[in-house]
């Protein structure tokens, strides 16, 4: 699975302007239904399940980053939304850290395969090489969208070392 595919461009926002972890999770829902062009009068309806799922346990698993999700019937397929806070967001992280960089990740629910493979594609994004500390310096959306195109770029390594 690809970066490009999953991340769309206009729903990076490397300045996000919410500074609750339910306002940033609403504000990068608000993102990607504009960017994907989502039905509007699901926006909180997503934003309620995303909460929710982060109610249950919070999917801030350390070094800065979070990485919130729900599955919903509007949604196609999988699609992700990318926010960096400067300052820091208590998402209670397991390392008791602020997160500076949130994505959030949008499946059909009737796909939990793809879902899955998403938010492994997600993960492993950001713990490969300096990605976290970049996107976390990144101050602008161009910069940001360099990232994702060039975790798509880079050799996938060969098992032969």
Request: with cysteine.
């Given at each position: 699975m690809k970066m490009t595919d999953l991340v769309l461009p206009e729903a990076l926002i490397p300045e996000l302007a919410a500074t609750s972890r339910n306002g940033v999770i609403r504000e990068l829902v608000e993102r990607l239904i504009a960017c994907a062009g989502l039905d509007e009068?699901?926006?909180?309806?997503?934003?309620?399940?995303?909460?929710?799922?982060?109610?249950?346990?919070t999917t801030a698993f350390g070094k800065g980053v979070a990485l919130p999700h729900a599955r919903h019937p509007g949604v196609r397929?999988?699609?992700?939304?990318?926010?960096?806070?400067?300052?820091?967001?208590?998402?209670?992280?397991?390392?008791?850290?602020?997160?500076?960089?949130?994505?959030?990740?949008?499946?059909?629910?009737?796909?939990?395969?793809?879902?899955?493979?998403?938010?492994?594609?997600?993960?492993?994004?950001?713990?490969?090489?300096?990605?976290?500390?970049?996107l976390c310096s990144s101050q602008t959306r161009e910069a940001m969208w360099d990232l994702v195109v060039e975790a798509d770029e880079v050799p996938k390594e060969s098992g032969s070392r």
């Open positions: 009068s699901s926006c909180d309806r997503i934003a309620r399940a995303v909460i929710q799922r982060e109610q249950q346990g397929r999988p699609l992700a939304a990318i926010g960096r806070s400067p300052e820091g967001i208590d998402f209670s992280a397991l390392d008791h850290e602020p997160v500076q960089v949130v994505i959030l990740l949008l499946s059909p629910p009737d796909r939990p395969d793809e879902h899955l493979a998403a938010m492994q594609r997600l993960y492993k994004f950001v713990q490969a090489g300096n990605t976290r500390r970049f």
